[in-house]
Structures are given as structure tokens and as C-alpha cells.
């Protein structure tokens, strides 16, 4: 933790790093602000859910055909405002909507960068005022002129300039990586800056908190459910039985792994063989972010950042935290493949 007496700001934190990407020459600083302006807009509502008429059904599903929440239409177009006016970003690709977003106006199509994102993850969680979060990642695109396009989004992760999330919890936290480790910051309210506060973040290196959804048990191939029993076993020289602990929001079950260790799994299952969350908007910003905090993210039997997406709305299990505990489920899945 960073003493009240060293307060770092994000932009100043920022700008002292701008010499890690000189490519950006500012371009890539006023990005994360953006961002950051949009998720203090977007949190400004969140506090204030159940005083105004911001929770609920919006009536509408997405592309997933997953039904809509007020709340998720309202950080959507909250994000999509912000990135398309600050500049230096062509073009969105989100969960919420079918197709890329691009920025074909004079002043947005000149943006180096595009941009996956899930503008609120966890939002079944919004009535009980549980954790939820934003996930963004972003990549520099691939074309050269006009507004981004669907290539510039189907990019590997491998190819990631910056990712992160926030987290609307007890206190609401910007999380990211440009590549050079993890940081966090925290948002002051009384000023509404995002203050450093968790530096250096890194995966503890003794973890015992495996998370998943084990109402889904039956469903779970054969490799999965002997790692469940795994992890359930009293070993004492191993530290087990593990401790279980689900949220459903992937950004605050990956924030409390990150910060107690531990490791979260979405399989595929007999229903959804390709798993749940979405590759390019939750798999590949959440994998860069593991990876560089020391962990690793699977998908049991690959990289996750080294899956080509197809499509942009691409699923893909994944398994991600602490190393060891990574490898571990990853040595199950291979020999029960």
C-alpha cells in the first residue's frame, strides 16, 4: 500500500511510465484517462442504483441473447462516448453489441488504437449490490486509414498494448497492465482521482482458493471434476483442502485471486463446450493481466493469449491465477483429453 503521505496519481503514474511505450508519444496516456473518466461516470451510477431508476431489465438482449440490465446499456454507451470523443481510438468492439463500432468521423478515425471491452461484467449481480466490474483491452490497430475495422479487433493477445479492469466494490479500483507488471489505483471520492494504492501487483506464491461455479458440476468434463476432488482432498503437506470461493463476477473473483491467490475456472461443459466468456472482451485482457502479475492463463491446453479469434464474439474456457494451481488443473485436463 502507498502511504496517504506519497499520493501518486494515475496520470501523474502515467506519465512517468510514458517511456515504456515512446511509440505512443501521449497517445496511449490520454487513452487510459478516457477510460478512467468513463468508469468514474460509470461508478457515479452504481452508487446511486438504488436511489435512481438505473436497476432492472432494460427489456433488450445482446448479441449473446443474454438479457440486458439498465445498468448495461448505461456503462456501454457511457464508454463508447468517452473513447470517441477523446480521440485516440477508431473503433469498439463490445459485448453488448453485434458488430465493431468504428469511429469514421474526422477526428476518431486518425486513433492508432482499438479496443475490446466488457463494459459490465458481472451485471446478474447488480440487484444484490455484489461486486461488478469493467474489462477493456486494447490493441493497436492494424489498418492504416479510415475507422477501425472487425481485423483490427481479431487480434491475438500476444499483440495487447494494455489491458485492465475496474472493480465497483467497497471501494472502486482501476487495475492495469501496459506489458511492464500490474498496478492498482484506487478512487478517491472526495476528489475523484484514481490514486496508486496496490503497486507491483503480484499473484502470492502459496494459494489456496479455487473458484467455480460447482452448481455446474454435472455438466463439468471428467478432468475438471477430479481437480475439484483435488482440491478438496486433506493433504496437509499441500495446504488442502482448498478453499472455495465464487463470486460470478469474473472481474471481482480474478481481483480477490490476484490479491489472496488462488486460481478461477470456467470449463467448457456438455451444454457450452467452448466455455462461456467471451475471448477477445474477458479471456485475453484478464490472461495479460494474470501473466504479468506472475500467474498464467489456460485454456487447458494452449495459451490464452495465443489463440487466434475467429469471430468477435468468440467463447473459450479458461483457467486462470496462480501459476502452480494453473499447471496443475492444466496436467488433469491433458491426461483425461
Same mark, same amino acid.
Given at each position: 500500500m502507498?502511504?496517504?503521505?506519497?499520493?501518486?496519481?494515475?496520470t501523474?503514474?502515467?506519465?512517468?511510465?510514458?517511456?515504456?511505450?515512446?511509440?505512443?508519444?501521449?497517445?496511449?496516456?490520454r487513452?487510459?484517462?478516457?477510460?478512467?473518466?468513463?468508469?468514474?461516470?460509470?461508478?457515479?451510477?452504481?452508487?446511486?442504483?438504488g436511489?435512481v431508476?438505473?436497476?432492472?431489465?432494460?427489456?433488450?438482449?445482446?448479441?449473446?441473447?443474454?438479457?440486458?440490465?439498465?445498468?448495461?446499456?448505461?456503462?456501454?454507451?457511457?464508454?463508447?462516448?468517452a473513447?470517441?470523443g477523446?480521440?485516440?481510438?477508431?473503433? *469498439?468492439? =463490445?459485448?453488448?453489441?453485434?458488430?465493431? /463500432?468504428? $469511429?469514421?468521423?474526422?477526428?476518431?478515425?486518425?486513433? %492508432? &488504437?482499438?479496443?475490446?471491452m466488457?463494459?459490465?461484467?458481472?451485471?446478474?449481480?447488480i440487484?444484490?449490490?455484489?461486486s461488478?466490474?469493467?474489462?477493456f483491452?486494447?490493441?493497436?490497430?492494424?489498418?492504416?486509414?479510415g475507422?477501425?475495422?472487425i481485423?483490427?479487433?481479431?487480434?491475438p493477445?500476444?499483440?495487447l498494448?494494455?489491458?485492465?479492469?475496474?472493480?465497483?466494490g467497497s471501494?472502486?479500483?482501476?487495475?492495469?497492465?501496459?506489458?511492464?507488471?500490474?498496478n492498482?489505483?484506487?478512487?478517491?471520492?472526495?476528489?475523484?482521482?484514481?490514486?496508486?494504492?496496490?503497486?507491483?501487483m503480484?499473484?502470492p506464491?502459496?494459494?489456496? *482458493?479455487? =473458484?467455480i461455479?460447482?452448481?455446474?458440476? /454435472?455438466? $463439468?468434463?471428467?478432468?475438471?471434476?477430479?481437480?475439484? %476432488? &483435488?482440491?478438496?482432498?486433506?493433504?496437509e503437506?499441500?495446504?488442502?483442502?482448498?478453499?472455495?470461493?465464487?463470486?460470478?463476477?469474473?472481474?471481482?473473483?480474478f481481483?480477490?485471486?490476484?490479491?489472496?491467490?488462488?486460481?478461477?475456472?470456467?470449463?467448457?461443459?456438455?451444454?457450452?463446450?467452448?466455455?462461456?466468456?467471451?475471448?477477445?472482451?474477458?479471456?485475453?485482457?484478464?490472461?495479460?493481466l494474470?501473466?504479468?502479475a506472475?500467474?498464467?492463463?489456460?485454456?487447458?491446453?494452449?495459451?490464452?493469449?495465443?489463440?487466434?479469434?475467429?469471430?468477435?464474439?468468440?467463447r473459450?474456457?479458461?483457467?486462470?491465477?496462480?501459476?502452480r494451481?494453473?499447471?496443475?488443473?492444466e496436467?488433469?485436463?491433458?491426461?483425461?483429453?
Amino acid at each position: 500500500m502507498v502511504p496517504r503521505t506519497k499520493i501518486v496519481t494515475l496520470t501523474q503514474f502515467i506519465i512517468q511510465r510514458q517511456s515504456e511505450y515512446p511509440h505512443a508519444k501521449g497517445a496511449l496516456t490520454r487513452l487510459l484517462n478516457d477510460i478512467a473518466t468513463a468508469a468514474k461516470i460509470v461508478n457515479r451510477e452504481i452508487n446511486a442504483a438504488g436511489l435512481v431508476d438505473i436497476l432492472g431489465s432494460s427489456g433488450k438482449e445482446n448479441v449473446q441473447g443474454e438479457a440486458q440490465k439498465k445498468l448495461d446499456v448505461f456503462a456501454n454507451d457511457m464508454f463508447i462516448t468517452a473513447l470517441k470523443g477523446g480521440g485516440e481510438c477508431c473503433a *469498439i468492439a =463490445s459485448e453488448e453489441n453485434e458488430k465493431v /463500432i468504428s $469511429f469514421s468521423n474526422e477526428f476518431s478515425e486518425l486513433g %492508432k &488504437y482499438v479496443i475490446a471491452m466488457d463494459p459490465l461484467d458481472g451485471s446478474s449481480n447488480i440487484e444484490s449490490n455484489v461486486s461488478i466490474g469493467t474489462i477493456f483491452s486494447i490493441y493497436r490497430r492494424i489498418t492504416e486509414v479510415g475507422g477501425g475495422t472487425i481485423e483490427d479487433l481479431l487480434q491475438p493477445g500476444v499483440n495487447l498494448v494494455a489491458s485492465g479492469y475496474i472493480i465497483y466494490g467497497s471501494s472502486t479500483m482501476l487495475v492495469y497492465t501496459t506489458g511492464k507488471g500490474v498496478n492498482g489505483f484506487t478512487l478517491d471520492p472526495s476528489v475523484g482521482i484514481f490514486c496508486l494504492s496496490h503497486p507491483d501487483m503480484r499473484f502470492p506464491e502459496i494459494s489456496n *482458493i479455487y =473458484s467455480i461455479n460447482e452448481g455446474n458440476y /454435472i455438466y $463439468f468434463p471428467e478432468a475438471v471434476k477430479q481437480y475439484i %476432488k &483435488y482440491c478438496q482432498q486433506d493433504d496437509e503437506s499441500s495446504g488442502r483442502p482448498y478453499t472455495s470461493r465464487y463470486i460470478g463476477s469474473l472481474v471481482a473473483d480474478f481481483h480477490r485471486n490476484l490479491i489472496k491467490g488462488g486460481i478461477f475456472l470456467y470449463p467448457g461443459t456438455k451444454k457450452m463446450p467452448d466455455g462461456k466468456l467471451r475471448l477477445l472482451y474477458e479471456c485475453n485482457p484478464i490472461a495479460f493481466l494474470a501473466e504479468q502479475a506472475g500467474g498464467k492463463a489456460s485454456n487447458g491446453f494452449k495459451r490464452i493469449m495465443e489463440i487466434n479469434p475467429q469471430t468477435l464474439h468468440q467463447r473459450a474456457p479458461l483457467f486462470v491465477g496462480s501459476r502452480r494451481m494453473v499447471e496443475k488443473v492444466e496436467s488433469y485436463i491433458q491426461k483425461y483429453a
